[in-house]
Protein backbone atom coordinates (compact mmCIF):
# COMPACT_ATOMS: atom_id res chain seq x y z
CA UNK A 1 0.00 0.00 0.00
CA UNK A 2 1.20 3.33 -0.73
CA UNK A 3 2.36 5.54 3.03
CA UNK A 4 -0.05 8.03 2.27
CA UNK A 5 -2.96 5.75 2.93
CA UNK A 6 -2.13 5.22 6.72
CA UNK A 7 -2.49 8.91 7.13
CA UNK A 8 -5.58 9.22 5.31
CA UNK A 9 -7.14 6.55 7.31
CA UNK A 10 -6.13 8.22 10.58
CA UNK A 11 -8.02 11.29 9.23
CA UNK A 12 -11.85 9.62 8.62
CA UNK A 13 -13.52 9.44 12.06
CA UNK A 14 -15.61 6.62 12.73
CA UNK A 15 -18.55 7.35 14.97
CA UNK A 16 -20.70 4.53 16.54
CA UNK A 17 -24.54 4.23 16.32
CA UNK A 18 -24.84 7.46 13.93
CA UNK A 19 -27.16 8.48 12.70
CA UNK A 20 -28.78 5.04 14.10
CA UNK A 21 -27.60 2.02 16.34
CA UNK A 22 -25.76 -0.68 14.81
CA UNK A 23 -24.06 1.95 12.35
CA UNK A 24 -20.93 3.08 11.94
CA UNK A 25 -20.50 6.36 10.42
CA UNK A 26 -17.48 6.95 8.45
CA UNK A 27 -16.87 10.67 8.57
CA UNK A 28 -14.86 12.53 6.35
CA UNK A 29 -15.22 16.08 7.52
CA UNK A 30 -12.08 15.57 9.92
CA UNK A 31 -10.27 14.50 6.54
CA UNK A 32 -11.02 17.70 5.12
CA UNK A 33 -9.79 19.94 8.22
CA UNK A 34 -5.90 18.36 7.50
CA UNK A 35 -5.17 19.95 4.46
CA UNK A 36 -1.93 17.28 3.76
CA UNK A 37 -4.46 14.20 4.26
CA UNK A 38 -7.16 15.81 2.03
CA UNK A 39 -4.23 16.59 -0.83
CA UNK A 40 -2.37 13.60 -0.57
CA UNK A 41 -6.28 11.78 -0.96
CA UNK A 42 -6.85 13.87 -4.42
CA UNK A 43 -3.29 12.97 -5.18
CA UNK A 44 -3.51 9.48 -5.11
CA UNK A 45 -6.62 9.54 -7.40
CA UNK A 46 -5.59 11.80 -10.33
CA UNK A 47 -2.14 9.56 -9.79
CA UNK A 48 -4.21 6.90 -10.68
CA UNK A 49 -6.52 8.06 -13.51
CA UNK A 50 -4.58 10.84 -15.47
CA UNK A 51 -3.15 10.16 -18.56
CA UNK A 52 -6.38 7.08 -18.80
CA UNK A 53 -8.26 9.51 -21.64
CA UNK A 54 -11.18 10.18 -19.49
CA UNK A 55 -13.37 12.86 -20.33
CA UNK A 56 -15.88 12.86 -17.10
CA UNK A 57 -15.89 12.97 -13.57
CA UNK A 58 -19.37 11.90 -12.21
CA UNK A 59 -19.70 12.69 -8.60
CA UNK A 60 -22.18 12.07 -6.66
CA UNK A 61 -24.24 13.85 -4.17
CA UNK A 62 -23.59 14.98 -1.92
CA UNK A 63 -19.72 13.55 -0.88
CA UNK A 64 -19.04 12.84 -4.11
CA UNK A 65 -19.43 16.65 -4.83
CA UNK A 66 -16.19 17.14 -2.21
CA UNK A 67 -14.12 14.25 -4.04
CA UNK A 68 -14.92 14.52 -7.59
CA UNK A 69 -14.15 18.45 -8.48
CA UNK A 70 -10.81 18.85 -7.66
CA UNK A 71 -9.73 15.06 -9.36
CA UNK A 72 -11.66 16.68 -12.34
CA UNK A 73 -9.89 19.48 -12.57
CA UNK A 74 -6.32 18.07 -12.05
CA UNK A 75 -6.84 15.51 -14.76
CA UNK A 76 -8.80 17.32 -17.19
CA UNK A 77 -11.88 16.24 -17.88
CA UNK A 78 -15.22 18.27 -16.67
CA UNK A 79 -17.67 17.17 -14.19
CA UNK A 80 -21.21 16.15 -13.69
CA UNK A 81 -23.01 16.09 -11.13
CA UNK A 82 -25.66 13.28 -9.91
CA UNK A 83 -27.89 14.53 -8.31
CA UNK A 84 -30.94 13.95 -5.70
CA UNK A 85 -34.25 14.05 -7.23
CA UNK A 86 -35.92 17.52 -8.21
CA UNK A 87 -32.71 19.57 -7.73
CA UNK A 88 -31.42 20.08 -11.48
CA UNK A 89 -33.55 22.55 -13.66
CA UNK A 90 -32.80 21.26 -17.10
CA UNK A 91 -33.91 17.39 -18.82
CA UNK A 92 -32.73 14.88 -16.36
CA UNK A 93 -32.57 11.53 -16.57
CA UNK A 94 -33.24 9.44 -13.86
CA UNK A 95 -32.89 6.19 -11.77
CA UNK A 96 -33.79 4.96 -8.68
CA UNK A 97 -32.19 2.67 -6.04
CA UNK A 98 -33.06 0.82 -3.18
CA UNK A 99 -32.24 1.79 0.59
CA UNK A 100 -32.57 -0.13 3.42
CA UNK A 101 -36.13 1.39 3.72
CA UNK A 102 -38.04 2.84 0.51
CA UNK A 103 -35.44 3.89 -2.17
CA UNK A 104 -33.85 7.15 -3.54
CA UNK A 105 -33.21 8.33 -7.08
CA UNK A 106 -30.11 10.29 -8.76
CA UNK A 107 -30.67 12.61 -11.38
CA UNK A 108 -28.19 13.89 -14.25
CA UNK A 109 -28.82 16.39 -17.08
CA UNK A 110 -29.48 15.10 -20.26
CA UNK A 111 -26.22 16.45 -22.57
CA UNK A 112 -24.02 16.69 -20.11
CA UNK A 113 -22.59 13.27 -20.89
CA UNK A 114 -22.03 12.61 -24.56
CA UNK A 115 -22.08 8.84 -26.11
CA UNK A 116 -18.81 7.53 -26.36
CA UNK A 117 -16.95 9.29 -23.42
CA UNK A 118 -15.05 7.58 -20.99
CA UNK A 119 -16.41 8.26 -17.45
CA UNK A 120 -14.78 7.71 -14.01
CA UNK A 121 -17.23 8.09 -10.82
CA UNK A 122 -16.78 9.26 -7.89
CA UNK A 123 -18.33 8.87 -4.33
CA UNK A 124 -16.80 9.10 -0.72
CA UNK A 125 -18.05 5.06 0.44
CA UNK A 126 -19.53 2.22 -0.64
CA UNK A 127 -21.75 0.56 1.46
CA UNK A 128 -24.54 -1.39 -0.54
CA UNK A 129 -23.16 -0.45 -3.77
CA UNK A 130 -26.86 0.76 -4.87
CA UNK A 131 -25.99 4.57 -5.10
CA UNK A 132 -22.62 3.24 -7.50
CA UNK A 133 -24.74 1.07 -9.36
CA UNK A 134 -27.04 3.63 -10.04
CA UNK A 135 -24.81 6.07 -11.33
CA UNK A 136 -23.53 3.90 -13.46
CA UNK A 137 -26.50 3.58 -15.25
CA UNK A 138 -26.84 6.58 -15.95
CA UNK A 139 -23.49 7.41 -17.40
CA UNK A 140 -24.17 3.58 -19.27
CA UNK A 141 -27.84 5.22 -20.34
CA UNK A 142 -25.98 8.20 -21.58
CA UNK A 143 -23.81 5.78 -24.00
CA UNK A 144 -20.54 6.83 -21.51
CA UNK A 145 -18.45 3.89 -20.35
CA UNK A 146 -17.58 3.58 -17.39
CA UNK A 147 -13.51 3.23 -16.99
CA UNK A 148 -14.19 2.62 -13.06
CA UNK A 149 -16.08 3.86 -9.49
CA UNK A 150 -13.23 5.41 -6.96
CA UNK A 151 -14.62 5.63 -3.39
CA UNK A 152 -12.57 6.91 -0.38
CA UNK A 153 -13.75 3.82 1.86
CA UNK A 154 -15.20 0.69 1.16
CA UNK A 155 -17.23 -1.40 3.91
CA UNK A 156 -16.15 -4.74 2.24
CA UNK A 157 -18.86 -6.84 4.47
CA UNK A 158 -21.62 -5.79 2.94
CA UNK A 159 -20.28 -6.97 -0.54
CA UNK A 160 -21.52 -3.51 -2.75
CA UNK A 161 -18.74 -4.86 -5.37
CA UNK A 162 -20.50 -7.68 -5.89
CA UNK A 163 -23.57 -6.26 -6.83
CA UNK A 164 -21.27 -3.79 -9.67
CA UNK A 165 -21.55 -6.43 -12.18
CA UNK A 166 -17.47 -6.92 -12.78
CA UNK A 167 -17.05 -2.89 -13.28
CA UNK A 168 -13.62 -2.09 -11.19
CA UNK A 169 -14.12 -0.65 -8.19
CA UNK A 170 -11.04 1.23 -6.71
CA UNK A 171 -10.97 2.13 -3.21
CA UNK A 172 -8.73 3.54 -0.49
CA UNK A 173 -9.28 2.31 2.85
CA UNK A 174 -11.56 -0.50 3.60
CA UNK A 175 -13.28 -0.50 7.35
CA UNK A 176 -14.94 -3.43 8.67
C1 LIG B 1 -23.87 7.60 1.54
C2 LIG B 1 -22.49 7.63 0.93
C3 LIG B 1 -22.71 7.00 -0.42
C4 LIG B 1 -23.85 6.02 -0.16
C5 LIG B 1 -23.34 4.61 -0.14
O1 LIG B 1 -24.58 8.68 1.02
O2 LIG B 1 -22.02 8.98 0.81
O3 LIG B 1 -23.13 7.97 -1.38
O4 LIG B 1 -24.42 6.36 1.12
O5 LIG B 1 -24.37 3.69 0.16
P1 LIG B 1 -24.71 2.43 -0.73
O6 LIG B 1 -23.42 1.88 -1.25
O7 LIG B 1 -25.39 1.50 0.22
O8 LIG B 1 -25.62 2.87 -1.82
P2 LIG B 1 -25.99 9.17 1.54
O9 LIG B 1 -27.04 8.70 0.59
O10 LIG B 1 -26.14 8.76 2.98
O11 LIG B 1 -26.00 10.75 1.48
P3 LIG B 1 -25.00 11.97 1.34
O12 LIG B 1 -23.78 11.61 0.54
O13 LIG B 1 -25.85 12.97 0.65
O14 LIG B 1 -24.62 12.40 2.74
MG1 LIG C 1 -23.46 9.89 -0.51
Known amino acids: DDPRIKGIKSKIRVVPDFPKPGIMFQDITTLLLAPNAFKDTIDLFVERYK ?96 VECACLIELPDLKGRERLNGKPLYVLVESH
Open 51 to 146: NKNISVVAGIEARGFIFGPPIALAIGAKFVPLRKPRKLPGEVMSEEYILEYGSDCLEMHIGAVEQGERALVVDDLIATGGTLCAAMKLLERAGAEV
